[in-house]
């Protein structure tokens, strides 16, 4: 009976099944696959195992076994403290991670490995929160711990990523020369924490390592440092709120954390003096660059010119010169100019050296004489300036005449400046002309009475009122501007007492990027920023400490941390609030705040 029906089940085994796929197969839903993992991957095991005493200094193998497939993210993020001579390897094999080194370890040292941001699982890609693991080569873990924060000089925004550094070596050249005996990158906030320390003097630095060598290079590398020693007192504990890993978004527990030391972090100015770069700019002009501020330059000439015939400009620091020839012969193709100045010898003292610099033309770009007349611009045969006037700062500011090369002649009597009131009723007006300290080729204009809403201001350059190095004659021209009239503006009027100091006062936006106003005191005043729209605004205070009026960097070798610089606070907001269509008034006790 069953040999009877043989041929039918065998049948029926074979062809069912494929009824079934092909019915799942073209199902109108398609299945979910289940709730999306969002669970992070977990260490289920590690060898040797945490606090590990008498590692051995070679050949040694660190694995954690995690309860899912993972990948790294970023190796930066699996960083070894102290760090060693060669960077550490790290790779996945099944379900587990594996460190080897390939140079030996110290002896006797107590060893942490940070791993933040530096893994994923496989799936979903979801991130690993970090794991700090100490081992010792010696008899005994370290057991103290030391925290703080590095900050941007300028912004005083977190510097995430920045290596903090211990040395036991107390000389200043030890950051220099080798690896630290601690290190560890700081986290989103800035925060860093130092576990697993000896009780002893350590000298402290931070430094935006460029080239992640873990020495710092002053060429390229920012730097922050405490200004005497330090020596770890807090304990490690494993609950302490310092030791765990926080979601960097966790603003009240990361913000809770203990701070030691506040660092920072600053660009030196570069201490070896040479010429870095030159460039012709035009017909009658050049530029050259040094790498340190305030060169030294004995003598400079151009070959054919006399002495008289050359104008120059530095910038502010003396480490950029701008060069023009004020001669009516005909430009040559190269200008040979010859600098001589102290520079930097091989075993960095400051001699004299000269130097000969050939400038041409930029490419794509001819001397005018050689420019075909039908092809000449208009721009090509004026005195080229312009003249500009922005409604927001006019009053504070004035208006802007920047000529494109220097005036060797100048009519300001000439210039007209008038204005209309409301009803259109034409008056004239007295200006004020200031020519810019540190740029001889811009010059401020201000009207003499106070500017008024509602008024048109008109200000007019005539025709041949200057003439530039070139003997080329000016064009007319005339500005127009009003104070702005939107009812939605604001304005806030700052009372600054207590100014016992020269200081900048700087208005920002709310990123801290850019300066939108601007103020240098040393006494009490009431400073006024008008015409702002309904915004979070910054106030920053810089204390001008060599009364140059710009903001100074730090020096390592001179213990000199960076000018002094505070933002204005109201409770634990350090953002001020304009709301539209307000008058805000906000008094800045300055003693106050730096005593602080």
């Known amino acids: 009976m069953i040999k009877r029906f043989l041929p039918l089940i065998i049948s029926a085994a074979i062809f069912l099944p494929m009824i079934f796929i092909h019915s799942c197969a073209n199902t109108t839903q398609s299945p979910t696959g289940g709730d999306k993992d969002t669970i992070p991957p977990v260490i289920i095991g590690i060898n040797p195992l945490p606090g590990a005493v008498n590692v051995p200094v070679e050949g040694t193998k660190l694995v954690f076994r995690f309860d899912e497939y993972v990948t790294i993210k970023d190796q930066k993020n699996i960083f070894l403290s102290p760090p060693p001579e060669k960077p550490l390897k790290a790779r996945i094999k099944d ?8 140079s030996p370890l110290d002896s006797n040292t107590t060893y942490t490995l940070n791993m933040s941001d530096a893994l994923a699982d496989n799936n979903e890609g979801n991130k690993f929160p970090g794991y700090t693991y100490v081992f010792s080569t010696g008899p005994v873990i370290d057991s103290l711990l030391l925290t703080g ?82 020596r770890p007192v807090v304990r490690v504990v494993d609950t302490l709120p310092e030791m765990l890993k926080y979601d960097m978004l966790d603003t009240l527990m990361c913000e809770a954390r203990r701070v030691d030391y506040k660092m920072r972090l600053f660009r030196e100015k570069p201490s070896k003096q040479y010429l870095v770069n030159k460039a012709r700019t035009s017909d009658r002009s050049a530029y050259i660059t040094f790498q340190a501020p305030y060169v030294w330059i004995d003598s400079l000439w151009f070959r054919g010119y006399k002495a008289d015939q050359v104008i120059s400009q530095f910038n502010i620091l003396q480490d950029s010169l701008v060069l023009w020839l004020n001669s009516r012969k005909q430009a040559p193709d190269t200008m040979h100019l010859f600098v001589n100045y102290r520079k930097t010898d091989s075993l960095g003292r400051l001699q004299p050296a000269l130097e000969h610099l050939k400038l041409t033309m930029p490419e794509g770009k001819k001397l ?24 927001e700062t006019v009053e504070q500011n004035g208006f802007e005449l920047m000529f494109e090369d220097p005036i060797i002649y100048e009519n300001f009597d000439s210039l007209r400046f008038r204005y209309l009131n409301p009803k259109q009723k034409e008056f004239v007006g007295e200006i004020a002309i200031e020519r810019d300290t540190a740029e001889i080729r811009r010059y401020i204009i201000r009207p003499k009475d106070a500017m008024l809403p509602g008024y048109e201001y008109f200000l007019k350059v005539p025709h041949r009122a200057f003439r530039d190095i070139n003997g080329f004659w000016s064009d007319s021209t005339e500005v127009k501007v009003s104070l702005p009239n939107d009812e939605q503006l604001s304005s806030l009027k700052a009372v600054m007492c207590g100014v016992d100091r020269k200081i900048i006062v700087d208005l920002l936006d709310e990123k801290r990027q850019n300066v939108l106003r601007q103020y240098i005191i040393d006494s009490d005043c009431t400073l006024m920023f008008p015409y702002l729209k309904e915004g979070k605004y910054a106030i920053r205070i810089t204390d001008d400490g060599n009364r140059n009026s710009i903001v100074d960097t730090g020096s390592l070798l001179e213990h000199r941390q960076p000018e002094s610089v505070l933002f204005f606070m109201i409770g634990d907001k350090d953002l001020l609030e304009i709301p539209a269509s307000a008058e805000v008034e906000q008094e800045i006790n300055v003693k106050t705040l730096f005593e602080q």
């Open 149 to 230: 924060k590095v900050q941007d000089c300028n912004t005083l925004r977190p510097v995430k990523g920045a290596t903090v550094m211990l040395y036991k070596d107390l000389s200043d050249s030890a950051v220099f020369l080798r690896r630290p005996d601690a290190a560890v990158k700081t986290d989103d906030w800035g925060y860093f924490c130092l576990p697993y320390l000896a009780d002893t003097l350590y000298r402290l630095y931070a430094i935006k390592d460029e080239s992640s060598n873990n020495i710092y290079d002053p060429d390229s590398d920012l730097i922050a440092f405490v200004d005497s020693a330090v």
């Open 368 to 391: 005018r004489h050689k420019i075909p007349r039908r092809q000449l611009k208009h721009e090509d045969t004026i005195c080229v300036y312009k003249l500009t006037a922005t409604p």
């Open 95 to 102: 379900k587990y991670l594996v460190i080897t080194f390939e």
